[in-house]
């Protein structure tokens, strides 16, 4: 069974302070991705890696780093939260065939 | 860019009744799926379509690539099919998905 797990589930941070958002693949899957959902807007995607060691920059990149340091982990980074980045944010990992994409629980981050 | 344009917004149905949702795209796709979330829950894929008709249980998906668009149908409907459905397309062979906003489903008896 093909599974994502994200840490943490909630998150509270202040205005800012730095927040680290990760993600762990049991899928061996090349492919990790996260996106923010935010009403009205769907899905967006913020950052995407290949593989390990390589990340690419999504739709909305500005404010988020990402790190790609295995197969199985990806992180995403915010240095200088802003309230702005509230949001519910989904990982996933999919495969370079058919790139069936399978999602983590989601973080619900506040930032105050 | 990529646009992915869902319809209906909502919907609401009498249980047991058929539901269409569709999904148009700006750009011709490689790749496209169909996801199920229920409200505060995580995505779920339902079907990875990317042409052609695809059937599992009470849904079936199809896919028209010359006119960029696909549908869900969801056929004698149960309060256990609320919840928003997204369709997602991928069009460069980047893996790069975009979703559509969502079709807000809710059931009921």
């Known amino acids: 069974e093909a599974a994502v797990t994200q840490s943490p589930r909630n998150k509270v941070a202040v205005t800012g302070g730095k927040v680290t958002l990760s993600c762990n693949q049991t899928n061996n899957h090349n492919n990790m991705y996260w996106y923010r959902q935010d009403t009205g807007h769907g899905l967006r995607l913020i950052h995407y890696?290949?593989?390990?060691?390589?990340?690419e920059k999504g739709d909305i990149p500005d404010g988020y780093k990402a790190s790609r340091p295995s197969q199985e982990n990806f992180s995403l980074i915010l240095e200088l939260a802003t309230p702005s980045q509230t949001s519910v944010y989904f990982c996933?990992?999919?495969?370079?065939?058919?790139?069936?994409?399978?999602f983590g629980a989601g973080t619900r981050l506040s930032v105050l | 860019g990529q646009q992915v344009q869902q319809s209906p917004t909502s919907l609401v149905l009498q249980e047991g009744e058929n539901a269409e949702l569709q999904c148009n795209f700006s750009t011709s796709l490689n790749s496209m799926q169909w996801f199920y979330q229920r409200p505060g829950g995580s995505l779920i894929s339902v079907f990875y379509n990317p042409s052609g008709t695809k059937q599992s249980g009470r849904l079936t998906s199809t896919t028209v690539i010359k006119e960029r668009r696909s549908s869900l149908h969801i056929s004698s409907s149960q309060i256990t099919d609320s919840g928003t459905y997204l369709c997602a397309m991928e069009n460069t062979g980047n893996y790069k998905y975009v979703f559509g906003a969502g079709t807000r489903l809710k059931v009921i008896a």
């Open positions: 890696s290949y593989g390990a060691g390589s990340t």
């Open positions: 996933a990992s999919g495969d370079d065939y058919q790139n069936t994409l399978y």
